[in-house]
């Protein structure tokens, strides 16, 4: 058995997987990743496993659907399942080409979900990723780098300790067929630039550097669960349903623990981590942060900001939709994300027999000043107050979805109805939610 195989069966035995388990590997039909394809083909012959292989086609070379054709062509002679998904970068440069493209490969990944998905990563890949980071100023999740298996996100990546020379010895001794990709050779990419001119200089003084920076990414990434788990908890006293953090909790933290509980919850918002001097002044307006305090700080395409005693993460992509007219529908779609949901319910809600006689709106408040009465044995309130008493942060109260009947405001959704339009006991009604996403 060569050296990479045992790595492969090492690595498949350590993680204890279920019998049976379906792999789904990625296979852009480069050496890495025809290598890995076919060493697991020798495991199948020993283990209950099955494999299915996925290439993914970004469009963004003239070859791609040749190498698909030899990503099929491999799939057929050994007789496992084939697919191909395309993918657009279009919608998400602000990421970068390399950024982009990751992106919409993990989601055309997700699309196709198998058990786990196997990826073709290996030592030196780890090497880059680990440069990579350090040029960025990362800590140390972003120091972690990739994981041999990752239970979060059913990845399996077990050519990650075996060098990209054993990969390609394996490929000779099999000769296995595989494209190349003119683009890796470009190194206006930061990846290649490492991978081609600065990796091979640190080797020629250090041919152990990629080993030995593997086991140190290992170190670092114990120490980030280890610390993890400690967040966790603190992140579970502080996190509101809204996804907003508790300005009460957050105060009494020291800077160290506050600094990595707001990273956590930047992350868990899958937002990439700001500069150094941006937490300076997240964690500095977080010491004042009162009742009063009116905190906006920029983050890429979103803001951290404040409202009562609560820190938010709020979208660029806020809530913007035209008046819309209600047609007996049971959703609504307002924009990605934020829908409105009509359900009967015998004596609650609106009133369907008023509802369906009139004229139904779906808008946002025509003016703050506007008056709604809430209570039978309460007076008018205006909408300003309304969003004041109920906690409606000051950024969705422009766009807040409103119920009007007749041109005449009959409900705040989750607010409030005029008891002139509820429905009677006996009567049958909708009961109108709205639900966005969470911050």
């Given amino acids: 058995m060569s050296d990479l195989l045992q790595q492969v069966e090492q690595s498949y035995l350590a993680c204890k997987f279920k019998k049976n388990i379906h792999f789904l590997v990625g296979v852009s039909g480069g050496v890495d990743s025809i290598v890995l ?48 998904e395309k993918i657009s970068i279009e919608n998400d440069l602000k990421l970068g080409i390399e950024g982009a493209a990751r992106k919409k490969r993990y989601e055309a990944f997700a699309k196709n979900k198998k058990d786990f998905l196997v ?24 120091l972690s780098c990739m994981a041999e298996l990752d239970e979060s996100r059913k990845i399996w990546r077990p050519l990650l300790d075996v060098p990209k020379t054993t990969i390609t010895a394996y490929q000779q001794m099999h000769q296995l067929n595989f494209i190349e ?92 981590m700001p500069s150094t001097r941006v937490m300076s002044q997240i964690i500095k307006q977080v010491r004042t942060l009162d009742a009063e305090s009116n905190i906006k700080i920029k983050i890429q395409h979103h803001t951290i900001q404040s409202y009562n005693q609560q820190l938010f993460i709020v979208s660029d992509d ?36 008023l509802l369906e006689g009139g004229q139904v709106l779906i808008s946002k408040p025509q003016s703050m000043s506007q ?11 205006d909408l300003k107050y309304l969003f004041q008493k109920h906690k409606v942060p000051t950024w969705e109260r422009l766009s807040y979805p409103c119920i009007y009947i007749d ?9 409030g109805i005029n008891p002139e339009v509820q429905a009677k006991r006996d009567e049958m009604g909708y009961v109108i939610t709205y639900k966005k996403p969470q911050q």
């Fill in 371 to 381: 008056k709604l009465r809430i209570h039978d044995k309460q007076p008018s309130r």
């Fill in 318 to 353: 806020v809530l913007n939709f035209p008046q819309l007219i209600w047609k007996d529908d049971d959703v609504i779609k307002l924009q990605q994300g934020h829908f409105i949901f009509f359900e009967k319910k015998m004596g609650e809600g609106l009133s369907k027999k």
């Fill in 119 to 142: 990826l073709a990563h290996h030592e030196d890949d780890q090497f880059e990723t680990l440069l990579l980071q350090l040029s960025r100023g990362a800590g140390l999740k972003g």
């Fill in 37 to 84: 394809a076919h060493s697991l083909l020798q495991l199948k012959k020993n283990y209950p496993i099955q494999i299915s292989v996925i290439y993914i086609d970004h469009q963004l070379n003239p070859r791609a659907k040749r190498w698909g054709q030899t990503v099929q062509k491999f799939a057929n002679n050994n007789d496992v399942e084939f697919l191909c």
């Fill in 181 to 272: 990709d003119d683009s890796n050779l470009n190194n206006q990419f930061d990846r290649n630039y490492i991978r081609n001119r600065v990796i091979p200089v640190i080797k020629k003084r250090f041919p152990l550097v990629a080993k030995n920076a593997n086991r140190s990414v290992k170190h670092i990434a114990d120490h980030y669960l280890q610390q993890k788990d400690v967040i966790e908890q603190s992140y579970s006293q502080a996190i509101t349903k809204e996804s907003s953090l508790r300005g009460d909790f957050i105060k009494e933290l020291d800077d160290l623990n506050l600094t990595q509980l707001i990273r956590f919850w930047l992350d868990e918002h899958q937002i990439l």
């Fill in 407 to 415: 041109n005449s405001l009959a409900a705040v959704i989750g607010i």
